[in-house]
């Protein structure tokens, strides 16, 4: 599977990334690479075989509901870039009406 | 005694970059559960040590902060990602170290320095306080120069903790009480496509060999194995850490932690530009990987059938156990190569791991040990694989026959040829 530099565009858009012409090319290169050699995988025969997302078995775990010690509000914001008021302080996130 | 940790479990009050711009300035205001075991058992922790960005290598030439160097000869990598770990300990920096092996970063940094690295089974130390990379195969694991300490280092890191929801329920083994019981009877499998591959360095494939007579010569049974999925395994792992990665790396976006692009017009334009300025282009390229594996239209043809490789994976493994105790190989097809040698190419690179992977898929338990040097004086490791929760065992194995193999060289480091 060939990647090209729209896909690669896409795939940066999806990913919150934005990459130089340069880069796209580049990418797009290595990118398509790495598939060529990932498509043994999608030629092999594997109708009856179950995925594993996990490989140990695993149960849900639980526990009682009940409030514990926890990190502090001034703790849990000391690494923020920005907080205002106890918030973590983002830009705007809607335009101005 | 002395530990050199990882820089991607965090430390209250200390600095952790996980070797990435993108957490300029991030000072955790918690302790991971290794680092607290760690305090607890009275270890000091002496530094934090470099590592390839969010451990996403196998050279350690992709931390944002340079490049680590082998001790063997200071122009070749340490391997990676836990290639400053490795370093130190083979360096004598400090005796112990901490690593984390998601498809075999800390076996082939072992190898490639000389050292003793252990990949726990998933689940028995805690990644409570680990920043993630792939979830479903991150594991932490020690570093040591003998195969006692490293036994040790484990029995104080490991066990249950409630903070992790993948930690393994169950009481941990004292392993050291174990050591010196013996390989007579054993059953050792070689998987042969990997002693003799292509690609594998002759002086890797020779020493290798010797460690096989040696241990015949303490009584194991030898015999030979194929694992035929194993061939698959690399492909289905660069699609299954590639997805987990994307996803676990969305979190780094600017708002909680690290770097923050100024001036952003809105937050989308603010998520982009941090993650533009704060990841390194592997990080980078996994993110796209994993983002495509996982998109619509694409998601059964990869992702799904990695998954599905993953179950072959790990249905060879078991039909191999009921032949043998334990399976063996080298670590990495090479000795340490050259800085810059393979940057250009991520493939390359990635071909590295191809002995590693399938333990990480399968969940379960590998340790590589020092065997010796190969015919350009670099060390080789050799690969001691089984089951999940068979540490004890391999740490048996690895003793005896270190105890056969006798004292390793150290680095010529300080001016010795």
């Keep these: ?97 | 005694m002395p530990l050199a940790l990882k820089d991607i479990l965090c430390i209250d009050g200390v600095r952790t970059t996980a070797g990435s711009k993108i957490l300029e300035g991030y000072v955790p205001p918690y302790d991971s559960t290794v680092v607290k075991k760690l305090r607890g058992a009275g270890v000091p922790i002496v530094g934090k040590a470099n590592l390839d960005e969010f451990a996403m290598g196998s050279s350690t030439e992709n931390s944002a902060y340079g490049p680590s160097r082998n001790p063997w000869d200071l122009a070749r990598v340490p391997g990676g990602s836990s290639g400053g770990s490795a370093a130190a300990v083979s360096a004598g920096f400090a005796p112990l170290g901490i690593g984390t092996d998601t498809g075999g970063s800390i076996r082939q940094p072992a190898s490639l320095c000389g050292v003793v690295g252990v990949k726990p089974t998933y689940g028995l130390v805690s990644r409570y306080g680990l920043l993630a990379f792939a979830s479903s195969l991150d594991q932490v694991g020690p570093f040591a120069r003998t195969v006692e300490d490293a036994a040790l280092l484990l029995e104080a890191i490991a066990g249950h903790d409630r903070m992790d929801a993948t930690s393994i329920p169950e009481e941990v083994p004292p392993y050291v009480k174990g050591l010196e019981s013996g390989v007579k009877g054993l059953r050792v499998g070689v998987v042969s496509d990997w002693v003799e591959g292509e690609g594998v360095q002759p002086g890797v494939t020779e020493r290798v060999r010797a460690a096989i007579e040696s241990l015949s010569s303490l009584g194991a049974e030898i015999g030979e194995i194929s694992l035929p999925s194993f061939r698959y395994a690399l492909s289905a792992y660069y699609l299954i850490a590639p997805a987990e990665c994307s996803s676990n790396l969305a979190r780094y976006d600017g708002v909680r932690w690290g770097l923050r692009a100024p001036e952003a017009k809105d937050v989308v334009e603010m998520n982009v530009r941090s993650r533009t300025a704060g990841f390194g282009d592997e990080v980078k390229r996994r993110i796209m990987l994993g983002t495509y594996a996982l998109s619509a239209g694409y998601y059964d043809a990869y992702y799904g059938k990695a998954q599905q490789v993953r179950t072959l994976v790990i249905r060879d493994f078991e039909k191999a156990y009921e032949r043998f105790d334990v399976l063996l190989g080298p670590t990495s097809p090479t000795t340490a190569f050259k800085i810059g040698e393979k940057a250009d190419d991520p493939l390359a690179m990635y071909l590295n791991d191809v002995f590693t992977i399938p333990s990480n898929l399968a969940g379960a338990a590998a340790i590589s040990l020092p065997c010796g040097l190969a015919e350009d004086g670099l060390p080789v490791g050799l690969q001691l694989l089984g089951p999940p929760m068979s540490e004890g065992l391999l740490f048996k194995v690895a003793y005896a026959y270190e105890q056969a193999r006798g004292p390793v060289d150290a680095p010529p480091l300080w001016g010795r040829s």
């Design chain 1, 1 to 97: 599977m060939a990647l090209d530099r729209e896909q690669v565009a896409h795939v940066a858009r999806l990913a919150r990334l934005s990459f130089t012409d340069e880069e796209l090319d580049r990418f797009a290169h290595q990118l398509s690479d790495i598939l060529a050699y990932a498509d043994q995988v999608t030629a092999l025969a594997t109708e009856d075989v179950q995925p594993t997302s996990h490989a140990l078995p695993l149960k849900n775990v639980f526990r009682p509901d009940e409030i514990g010690p926890c990190l502090p509000q001034e703790k849990a914001l000391s690494t923020a870039p920005e907080v205002e008021e106890g918030r973590f302080k983002v830009p705007r996130i809607m335009e101005e009406p």
